[in-house]
């Protein structure tokens, strides 16, 4: 007979026997025995600031592994502080698996301390979740939450451990394998439909191809440029599709979406044949479906079937992994010339660049983001926070070998130092860069100290205007410039605030020598933390 | 349009606020709801009537199928399926009225299950629309109170 072990050993070896090497979390008595437990592993386990970031961290770390990212928060306001890190993972399908403590299984339902129904809470916002009432289901558990998480259409899954089932005792077992019978998620595309699509490239004149934040997911970038390298089909993305393409391919052509470029606009409303490939369309991206489908064939290809006519009525739906339908278009010869509708986008994009007025006497961010992805190394990670300085970084970043993460469906802010947190968890060699705002900035700042603790160098980069920049965008153009709740008057000075937690600050207020700044920070030992002076009524 | 989806479902704790969350978090309608076990004990059938256009109730259906505690989901229109609904209702009534309601009930195969000096208490199984007009033959009399059970639907059976 096995020798017998509690539960919260059980969950850090199913931790262990799913390969994990971090978590991100923050204790508390209801999750103190995993805690405990973990403290015997070689799992590195990094105390964040406040549980939001643990999410964060986890998904930064998901993104560049592609694994399942694992973070831990104890029951009640720590479950409920995670709850926006888990929405903003969901969002964007990344694969997760939040792990909450919870008070003792007599006492749930009487509203003790710290007792919060978070499974309820996270309905919304979860793939799935459980409640653990038995410590033997644990093992199973973990090992369907881990299947689950990072499977078919990937997402976050809440494990919810009552402290009295942590402390259980079990023989432990894991399982070789999940058995579910409600969840069989299709991964080969339908044979036919495939074809349907093969002929509808030969007939096409204008086809175009665009992509989404599932063509990374499914690790389906270098199918995608060969496929359109080869068949001469041009490709547009959306933000969460950035960095599928490298900026150089010959068939790229930009994002769309009201923030994206005009010219991928236009290069999608023009074609005869549209292919989406793991993109949702949504409304940021593309805010007219019902448009488009009067005129072109649309071929929609996603892992999730709900997806599919839930925005847009599409004439040829696949439903499996793009990447497993990208082989099985390769079997096939597609005879088309697309040479005349490439060169008309070519001329498109020559005469519909955005035409930026920066301000002299600032730092221009659309000409800071250009150069700093150019000068990082070419398999850098580039975070990006939310508001005008996400705008720019899409826009702007060069996309070469590295990877690009956004909050893109919750549009979560102070994502970006926690999510390269993570990131550079994940892969200790890779360069990380973080860029925000000084909104964005002060809502996750209290992680420089967790960078600090656990040795995790980041490269900050603060686009300072003094406000609220996409909000007061807004008031501009719809609210006659009245700025209300948009002055982020009263903000730290950021060199005190690197100095506080000793890391190198460089401030950079116009342009001057900007090539040679920015290239001296990022070589840089460290962490570092760079502000730079835009124009507070610059406009994305 | 409206539909009839025959929920198979893990008969476990929170699956029933699950797929009600689910309704409400998508703004989709439930025009009735009933839930029961089934001949397997770890399955239990829900059976949710709901109205709205075409690209809705196909919506309903994928992500309900999304769910993971739901084992199939089936969905009927009201010409393939056989549809009962069960009420019980408490109508007040005089001497001179009384066999007035137990007429109606006669005609509309209802039948008396209880009584009082006062009140009635009538029961009836049948389509919705056979409910609602008992309801409203019985409105005259003065309802006290009444109770339904939701939609039960089966596909036809098929030769």
């Known amino acids: 007979m096995a020798e017998k072990i509690t539960g919260a050993q059980a969950m850090v070896k199913c931790l262990e026997k799913e390969g994990v090497t971090a978590v991100f979390g923050y204790p508390g008595v209801a999750i103190a025995p995993f805690f405990n437990s973990i403290y015997d592993s070689k799992i590195k386990s990094i105390l964040v600031r406040t549980e939001q970031n643990a999410g964060h961290a986890a998904s930064g770390f998901a993104r560049v592994t592609g694994k399942v990212g694992v973070c831990v928060a104890t029951s009640g306001p720590g479950a409920t502080n995670l709850i926006t890190g888990i929405a903003t993972a969901y969002a964007d399908s990344i694969p997760m698996v939040a792990i909450t403590g919870q008070v003792n299984s007599e006492l749930i339902g009487r509203d003790v301390f710290q007792e919060a129904d978070i499974t309820g809470a996270v309905e919304s916002f979860v793939k799935y979740s459980y409640l653990v009432k038995d410590a033997k289901d644990l093992p199973r558990v973990f090992k369907e939450a881990f299947y689950i998480a990072n499977t078919g259409r990937k997402g976050p899954v809440l494990i919810d451990v009552p402290i009295d089932i942590q402390n259980q005792k079990i023989e432990f077992q894991y399982p070789e394998q999940v058995s579910l019978r409600t969840y069989k998620p299709t991964v080969k595309g339908h044979a036919v439909q495939i074809k349907k699509v093969i002929k509808a490239l030969e007939n096409a004149k204008r086809p175009i191809i665009c992509v989404g934040g599932g063509v990374l997911l499914s690790n389906a970038q270098k199918e995608v440029c060969q496929f359109a390298k080869e068949h001469s089909i041009p490709v547009v993305n959306t933000m969460m599709g950035i960095g599928v393409m490298p900026q150089e391919h010959p068939m790229y052509f930009g994002m769309v979406g009201n923030n994206g470029f005009a010219y991928a606009n236009q290069a999608m409303n023009q074609s005869d044949l549209l292919i989406m490939m793991g993109a949702r369309v949504a409304d940021r991206a593309i805010s007219q479906p019902d448009l488009i489908t009067e005129n072109t064939v649309v071929v929609h290809i996603d892992v999730d079937p709900a997806e599919i006519g839930k925005n847009m009525g599409p004439s040829i739906p696949i439903v499996g992994d793009i990447r497993h339908i990208l082989h099985d278009f390769e079997k096939y010869e597609i005879s088309g010339d697309y040479s005349e509708w490439i060169d008309h986008l070519k001329q498109l994009k020559q005469e519909n660049k955005k035409v930026r007025h920066p301000k002299e006497g600032y730092v221009d961010p659309a000409e800071f983001v250009r150069i700093l992805s150019e000068s990082m190394e070419e398999d850098g990670v580039y975070v990006a926070d939310v508001g005008q300085n996400q705008i720019w970084s899409c826009n702007y970043y060069v996309m070469r070998k590295g990877k690009f993460l956004t909050s893109g469906g919750m549009g979560t802010m102070g994502y970006s130092i926690p999510a390269a947190m993570g990131a550079k968890q994940a892969d200790k060699d890779r360069q990380v860069v973080a860029v925000c705002g000084d909104g964005s900035f002060q809502m996750s700042f209290m992680e420089l100290a967790t960078m600090r603790q656990h040795d995790i160098p980041i490269k900050i980069i603060v686009l300072k205007n003094n406000y609220l920049g996409m909000v007061r965008q807004y008031q501009h153009f719809t609210y006659d410039d009245r700025y209300s709740m948009v002055s982020l008057d009263g903000s730290p000075n950021l060199e005190m605030i690197a100095a506080a937690y000793e890391m190198p600050f460089v401030r950079l207020e116009n342009m001057n020598n900007i090539e040679e700044k920015i290239k001296d920070f990022l070589a840089q030992e460290g962490s570092g933390l760079m502000e730079c002076v835009i124009d507070s009524y610059d406009l994305v | ?159």
């Open chain 2, 1 to 159: 349009m409206k539909k009839i989806f025959s929920v198979l479902v893990e008969n476990r704790s929170g699956v029933l606020c699950k797929v009600a969350g689910l309704f409400s978090r998508r703004c989709f309608n439930i025009d009735s709801l009933a839930v029961g076990e089934t001949e397997e004990k770890d399955v239990s059938v829900m059976t949710i009537v709901s109205s709205g256009d075409e690209r809705t109730m196909e919506q309903i259906e994928k992500q309900l199928n999304k769910k993971l505690d739901i084992i199939k989901v089936k969905t009927f229109t009201e010409e393939n399926s056989v549809s009962r609904e069960l009420m019980l209702i408490k109508v007040k009534y005089q001497q001179n009225n009384r066999s007035d309601i137990i007429e109606i009930c006669n005609v509309l195969n209802a039948s008396v299950l209880d009584m009082s000096t006062s009140t009635l208490l009538i029961q009836i199984c049948d389509t919705p629309e056979k409910i609602e007009l008992l309801i409203q033959m019985l409105s005259p009399f003065g309802i006290v109170e009444l109770a339904r059970t939701g939609t039960l639907a089966l596909q036809k059976c098929m030769s």
